[in-house]
């Protein structure tokens, strides 16, 4: 049974950073990353990455968050600089499993609220 445990949100004002972490258990993980829901819209993809270490991001935080992993822990980070109140949402941890003949299945944890004042 995947289990997602997710930690470090909280309230920052602009211009300051958080780092979330998700700590996955239950599986192996081919993609892990973050996703977030601001209030009144959809939830978005924010950064993903590969166990390979390669990672994609959202335009929008593209040079202010890096996502990083320990595959050996079965870890994924988002570290998050220079925020925005647009940055305020609820995140939430998503992996990927491997399923071999495929394909994966997927997985998001609780959330974790992250605001940002201005």
């Known amino acids: 049974q995947v289990q997602l445990v997710e930690s470090g949100g909280g309230l920052v004002q602009a211009g300051g950073s958080l780092r979330l972490s998700c700590a996955a258990s239950?599986?192996?993980?081919?993609?892990m990353g973050w996703y977030r829901q601001a209030p009144g819209k959809q939830r978005e993809l924010v950064a993903v990455?590969?166990?390979?270490?390669?990672?994609s991001y959202t335009d929008s935080v593209k040079g202010r968050f890096t996502i990083s992993r320990d595959n050996a822990k079965n870890t994924v980070d988002l570290q998050m600089n220079s925020l925005k109140p647009e940055d305020t949402a609820i995140y939430y941890c998503?992996?990927?499993?491997?399923?071999?003949?495929?394909?994966?299945?997927?997985?998001w944890g609780k959330g974790t609220l992250v605001t940002v004042s201005s």
């Open positions: 990455i590969g166990s390979g270490g390669s990672a």
């Open positions: 998503y992996v990927q499993t491997v399923v071999i003949p495929g394909p994966g299945m997927d997985y």
């Open positions: 239950g599986s192996i993980f081919s993609i």
